[in-house]
């Protein structure tokens, strides 16, 4: 009965503000999950090959959790054509809702220009399987109440959905651009993406103008800047946009070298109108952890406990011992 209330206060705060939440995840370590934030990250890294993992855990007093995973992997090659894989799950709700993703991605990296050839441009390209359900049988409908005995499972409900599972194909493209000069004070890096161009159809949604899934816009950037041999700081911003919400992000974080193999990482985004995040990360050889916690900020996080989000990703890049790369290194990845 308490999460009931406490779940029936959050519908209402939420009515009151009107607030719209975007049909897909989202992650505040959204650098360190590049193939979900843009296809045209495909590759872009310093060396051949990157296992990236992330995991993501939210709402825990509010309801059955938020858990959202992913796994991707990379290749970059020296044709010019870098190729990847990307899955993604989330699961949430007392209903049992299963949010997974497939995709497989590639990307152009042929286009560098400037001095040395160190600017370099991407164009990636991704498509795969969207797939969502939830388990009808877990649901309580007000007709299935009493207002003497109560909540009666074995009471017929009015309420009877059409579909409770949806597959359909999904494509997505995006452009990323940086500066990986190596004499440089500052390296700047950019990209731009688009999920769901094909807008497949939502299941879910009764009413036909409705019911193509938005596309999510995302925009991001960011610049490196070099305060010494063994430390530099890295302003940067996100933008996402699906259908009518929108997320806004700022960022700085800070690196410093310690030893020949490791580095510390510290930083922190602000998500405006939700949450603060703190992050830490490690850096050693070729494998990178991080771990952030969101903070709520708004009116929702300050009514109810248990809406903040713990976060932790794992990279790892496969560099060839002995062979002199000619890959480009993205400043931040």
């Not at 795969?128 to 005995?149: A, V």
């Not at 036909?208 to 530099?232: F, K, N, Q, T």
Request: proline share 4%.
């Amino acid at each position: 009965m308490v999460r009931r209330i406490i779940f029936f206060f959050v519908f209402i705060l939420i009515a009151l503000n009107k607030i719209l939440a975007q049909v897909d995840p989202h992650f505040s370590q959204f650098y360190a999950y590049p193939l979900w934030l843009n296809p045209g990250m495909t590759g872009v890294m310093d060396g051949e090959f990157r296992v990236t993992g992330i995991y993501r855990n939210q709402w825990n007093n509010v309801m059955m959790p938020f858990s959202t995973a992913g796994l991707s992997m990379d290749m970059a090659t020296e044709k010019n054509l870098n190729f990847g894989i990307n899955v993604l799950s989330q699961s949430a709700g007392d209903a049992g809702y299963q949010y997974l993703n497939a995709y497989a991605s590639v990307a152009y990296s042929g286009i560098r220009f400037g001095k040395d050839k160190e600017q370099q441009v991407t164009f990636g390209v991704q498509a795969g399987l969207l797939s969502r359900k939830f388990d009808q049988s877990k649901f309580e409908f007000g007709d299935q109440w009493n207002p003497i005995t109560g909540y009666n499972p074995g009471a017929i409900t009015a309420d009877v959905f059409t579909k409770t599972s949806s597959s359909v194909f999904d494509i997505g493209a995006g452009i990323s651009y940086f500066d990986a000069g190596a004499d440089k004070k500052a390296n700047l890096f950019a990209g731009i993406a688009a999920f769901h161009l094909n807008q497949p159809q939502d299941p879910f949604v009764s009413n036909g103008v409705d019911a193509a899934l938005p596309i999510r816009y995302a925009m991001h950037a960011g610049v490196r800047i070099a305060l010494s041999e063994m430390a530099s700081v890295t302003p940067n911003l996100l933008y996402m946009r699906q259908g009518n919400a929108e997320e806004k992000m700022i960022g700085l974080s800070g690196q410093y070298n310690i030893t020949d193999n490791t580095d510390i990482l510290l930083g922190v985004n602000y998500r405006f109108k939700d949450a603060i995040a703190p992050l830490v990360g490690v850096v050693y050889q070729n494998f990178i952890l991080g771990l952030s916690y969101d903070v709520n900020t708004s009116e929702l996080g300050k009514a109810v406990t248990g809406t903040n989000s713990f976060e932790i990703s794992f990279t790892y890049k496969s560099r060839k011992s002995g062979k002199s790369l000619r890959y480009l290194s993205c400043p931040i990845l």
